[in-house]
Nanobody
Framework: QMQLVESGGGLVQTGGSLRLSCAAS????????MGWFRQAPGKEREFVAA????????YYTDSVKGRFTISRDDAKNTVYLQMNSLNPEDTAVYYC???????????????WGQGTQVTVSS
């Protein structure tokens, strides 16, 4: 089992920034690809960003490219999501997840955190 705990969410104004963190425990963190997903009220959970276990590859959904950056620190068993230029459409619960394959499909992720709320006011 792997436990994932997100933090860093909150309320921010349009144009602001937030940095989400996801701390992992229980498994070899460096062996897993890590992803960030989000779910807005009444909507499906959607992929946001992913980073390969080596950190050599990252992938973003189009709507966050150039604004969000995913990174990882394997020494701290933590993955980050730096979010800049936030807008109200980014409002959602953000989840981190771990997968033992390289994928952006949420059903292929093995472990999930409990989520952290991000609210962007206009």
């Amino acid at each position: 089992q792997m436990q994932l705990v997100e933090s860093g969410g909150g309320l921010v104004q349009t144009g602001g920034s937030l940095r989400l963190s996801c701390a992992a425990s229980g498994r070899t963190f460096s062996s897993y690809a890590m992803g960030w997903f989000r779910q807005a009220p009444g909507k499906e959970r959607e992929f946001v960003a992913a980073i390969r276990w080596s950190g050599s590859n990252t992938y973003y959904t189009d709507s966050v490219k150039g604004r969000f950056t995913i990174s990882r620190d394997d020494a701290k068993n933590t993955v980050y999501l730096q979010m800049n230029s936030l807008n109200p459409e980014d409002t959602a619960v953000y989840y981190c997840a771990a997968a033992n394959i390289w994928t952006i499909v949420p059903q292929r992720y093995d472990y999930w955190g409990q989520g952290t709320q991000v609210t962007v006011s206009s």
